[in-house]
Nanobody
Framework: QVQLVESGGGLVQPGGSLRLSCAASGNIFSINAMGWYRQAPGKRRELVAL???????NYADSVKGRFTISRDNAGNTVYLQMNSLKPEDTAVYYC?????????????????WGQGTQVTVWS
């Protein structure tokens, strides 16, 4: 019913930049928060950045000042601008969204995930 499609990952040298995008589509009634998580090999998935419908933003300490999260005017697409990338930023990045659907008069909030996009920082 709801899909999150990510794009923008890739291979970049240390100090470089990448921009991730995540577009939500489907039977969307409303979108609350959208965010980016990442998971490196052998590590737990962690929150990178979050943006609410307010909008307010929240960042992991490790990316503050380097990453910027934003949403488009329609609110269905979230971006993550990543600057000054470091090797420790290497991970699979996942888009997450708290989305409510309204189907047959049934209101259903839920958490949705994208398929993940690989970001590799190395020289």
């Amino acid at each position: 019913q709801v899909q999150l499609v990510e794009s923008g990952g890739g291979l970049v040298q240390p100090g470089g930049s990448l921009r991730l995008s995540c577009a939500a589509s489907g039977n969307i009634f409303s979108i609350n928060a959208m965010g980016w998580y990442r998971q490196a090999p052998g590590k737990r998935r962690e929150l990178v950045a979050l943006i609410t419908s307010g909008p307010s933003t929240n960042y992991a300490d490790s990316v503050k000042g380097r990453f910027t999260i934003s949403r488009d005017n329609a609110g269905n697409t979230v971006y993550l601008q990543m600057n000054s990338l470091k090797p420790e930023d290497t991970a699979v990045y996942y888009c997450n969204a708290n989305i409510a659907t309204l189907i047959d008069a049934l209101y259903s909030p839920g958490d949705y995930w994208g398929q993940g996009t690989q970001v590799t920082v190395w020289s």
